[in-house]
């Protein structure tokens, strides 16, 4: 059954650095935005945001993410080797789109262990 959860943490491996994240990152981010229905309506700028982020990620430095007024928000928190999902209220759909983008991590080969609600004092 799938876990009811606020936040989804992807802790990533000590070898894992974000550029290795820039590869995979289009199909995390575009998955995260059609997943929680964030898609926006101009192709134009979904590849705005996946080339801001990518450009980020390819100088092996912390992206954005998608840290909008949403139903759901993919951050990349300062100073913690991990990125999370994070909706408003606990729900599956954490759950569920967590394990969804765990499973494209896994298939690009990018070392990491998920869980939940990990959202510790100044994670936010």
Known sequence: STMKATSGHFML???????????????????????????????????????????????????????????????FPIGSHQFYIKSVSASTEVGRLGEKLSKILDNAGVKHSLEWNALGAGAD
């Open 13 to 75: 491996d000590e070898t894992v650095e974000y550029r290795d994240l820039a590869e995979v990152f289009p199909e995390l981010l575009t998955t995260f935005l059609e997943e929680t229905s964030q898609l926006p309506d101009d192709d134009d700028v979904l590849q705005m945001f996946i080339a801001l982020n990518q450009k980020a990620l390819e100088k092996n430095e912390k992206p954005e993410g998608y840290n909008r007024r949403g139903r759901m928000r993919l951050v």
